[in-house]
Nanobody, 118 residues
Framework: QVQLAESGGGLVQAGGSLRLSCAASESISSINAMGWYRQAPGKQRELVADIVVGTTNYADSAKGRFTISRDNAKNTVYLQMNSLKPEDTAVYYC?????????????WGRGTQVTVSS
């Protein structure tokens, strides 16, 4: 079972930047997909960005401002967030998806709070 630990959240003013990190408890080189979702109060959890078999995907709201990257040597995925807006305020969750014997297993971190003040 993969354990994920997010860090890097916090309070930032609009226009500022944050970098989120998601450290996995084991090698991520064989992980099929890994990335970030977020959930704002009263809203559904939504995809922000992920890397699926080497292909990066971004929500429209994240394109041009956020960059996802991974460091296999550190078993870590990052989310660099620039030009933050108050509407980016949410709890950000890291996820990892593993394919094993034709079955996908999805793991989640506990989340890290990002608050953007206007």
């Amino acid at each position: 079972q993969v354990q994920l630990a997010e860090s890097g959240g916090g309070l930032v003013q609009a226009g500022g930047s944050l970098r989120l990190s998601c450290a996995a408890s084991e090698s991520i080189s064989s992980i099929n997909a890994m990335g970030w979702y977020r959930q704002a109060p009263g809203k559904q959890r939504e995809l922000v960005a992920d890397i699926v078999v080497g292909t990066t995907n971004y929500a429209d709201s994240a394109k041009g401002r956020f960059t996802i990257s991974r460091d296999n040597a550190k078993n870590t995925v990052y989310l660099q967030m620039n030009s933050l807006k108050p509407e980016d305020t949410a709890v950000y969750y890291c996820y990892a998806r593993i394919l094993s014997v034709s079955t996908y297993y999805v793991y989640w971190g506990r989340g890290t709070q990002v608050t953007v003040s206007s």
